[in-house]
């Protein structure tokens, strides 16, 4: 259409040779240069040729143009021909036309050029370099970005969050998909996919079912509370990294640091615990908010089904101690999925927790008949005797137990052993008297 | 099983009774104990759930725990009344439940028996396996029931012992109830009533009465000595109404039934 326009205008309009006349020499410049606009008015013939709009006369554009001309043109309007796109812009914050931070405000040619007509396909993330070079640099060196870089298509770019460029808003704005509300679901276009998460070898799980079934999911979906945590909180937003990166806000040792963006007063008494120190042989925290919380699947911790999984958390690296406890009164009410009794945390503590040689300790000598107290009103150093933990299987530090225990088995074996015998010789005899009996009458064999 | 002759007393109506509170809260104890003890296994959750949970299964136990108790210090007051009359043979004789010489041997009779070398032992009132079921259940309440109320009253009895009793409690309570689970399930069961003689049940301990031919076949020197004492005639009784029968029946065979499942699942349990 625009071309049957610009033909019907042909004849009496200037034509694209008229016009590079004079503006194809590169010295052609601007008398009184306006702030923000080049000042240089040379255009290149080849650039404009190969353009988008390289079919194009000048004067579809530069519409009120003469050749030669002595005034200056008004402004070109791309919505004359791009009124959509208009539309789509001005929605946004890209034709919000207001400037931010010192920069100019975003007019069609920031990102698509003047003469050099860029076509949207052929833009790249340079062109948003322009305004948002910090976040382009942090995002290039981001698992997203390398994976880019390393020539997967499918890997997220900019677009792939914060929407299409024309109708981009900013992350204040409910709509847009990196609102904090939105913006677990807008991860989740790639990381709840399962098969794309198999072509590329993410080992995701189901985090974003579990993710909104957690407490901050709930928080952020169903509350729509914008300070719970949502997926960039933790991960990280243009910088994002691999867990596996030391400089990975998720990679292990830095876990307690993230989560105590929020958590302040956690991580203050975690800090101080003996789970902050590492462990024998590794170099890590020996365990960190994530290895008992989990990641994803974060729990209210008043609730039963967490107390009560917890537990078995805990015996993920106290194996031994798990497993004497589930001997226990404790440990088997709780194994009933009953929690109104003593749980690990307890006794020992939880972010607090700490060895029972630290005299700070709740299962410190001094301080474990207070411990007991919580539940037995009564207790005394006596009552504190009692070992929640205790292993008939060591000798050397139950004696009296290992000796119980032998004792009871011994007991219980020879009594079985006794019985069954007698049972298994008794059975077979039963049977051939009664049989006996019934054929012909009392055969038994009575003694005489 | 029964004959057309007549019938004799074996036990009276407060052996009887006390047997029958023997039953009722061992069934209680074991139903409301076991799921603690199997509280890792799917039936032991079941079983717990259905009972109310673990505190309510507890008030349960300790309810059919003062049940034991309370028949336990009848019994001592039956055998204390008998010792005050100057009753003969509590302690020993033909009549006494205290182990004697002629237990072994006829432990040993029996044994040849079973293999066909001669015939079967002639037992007076009490045979040797009646008396270790009584000793069994006499320890049983002595050691459970001690070690019951340790972990019942454990603050109190922390006032005069160390806490680690509690820690030998807790195993000796639960091992020593297993033990008396799987021996009055499997072995009390067989000897007084599933072996093929009495199966499926002997209502004797309901009933109170024993027919004249399996009274001489089961114990013939007890029959002999009361027929050459002239005793005989004085427990003879009539054969049970058909009311007792029924209740015998009922009551025995739905105790037989829990304690065989109960059993069944300890063992499928062990073996797993």
Known sequence: MLLVVGAAWAADLPKAEDCLGCHADRDLKRGAPAPGRPASLFVDPAG???????????????????????EKLPPVSCAGCHDKARAVLAAGIHG???????????????????HQVARATTLTIETCTTCHGPQVLAYKGSIHGRSRQAGDTEAATCRSCHGPAHAAVARSNPESPVYHLNLPRTCAQCHADGELAKRHQIRVGNVYQLYMDSIHGRAVTRSGLLVSANCSDCHGSHEIKERTDPASRVFRANIPQTCGTCHAGILKVYAESVHRKPASGSAGPAAVCTDCHSAHQIRRVEAAPWQLDVIRECGGCHGAELRTYRETFHGKVTGLGFTRIAKCADCHGSHDILPASNPRSTVSPGRLVETCRQCHAKATPAFAQFHPHPDPADRARFPLLHVATVFMTALLVGTFGFFGLHTLLWLPRSMIDLLRRRRGGEGGGEAP | MSGGGPFYFRLNLYHRILHGMVIASFLGL??????????????????????????VAGYLHRFFAVITFTYFALHLGYVGRLIIRRRPGVFWGPDSMVPQPRDLVQLYQHVRYFLGLGGRPRFDRWAYWEKFDYWAVFWGIAIIGASGLLLWFPTFFANFLPGRVFNLAIIVHSDEALLAVGFIFLFHFFNANLRPEKFPMDPVIFTGRIDEEEFRRDHPAEYERLRAAGQLERLRTDPPARWLRNFSRAVGLSALGIGLVLVWLIISTALR
Not at chain 1, 49 to 57: D, F, N, P, V
Not at chain 2, 42 to 49: I, K, Q, T, V, Y
């Open chain 1, 48 to 70: 404009l040729k190969a353009s988008a709009h390289g079919t194009l006369e000048c004067v579809a554009c530069h519409r009120t143009a003469t050749a030669p001309h002595d």
């Open chain 1, 96 to 114: 919000a036309g207001k400037a931010r931070g010192g920069r100019p405000a975003v007019a069609c040619t920031s990102c698509h050029g003047t």
């Open chain 2, 30 to 55: 074991a139903v409301t104990g076991l799921p603690l003890k199997f509280a890792d296994t799917s039936w032991g959750r079941g079983l717990s759930l259905a009972l109310g949970g673990p505190f």
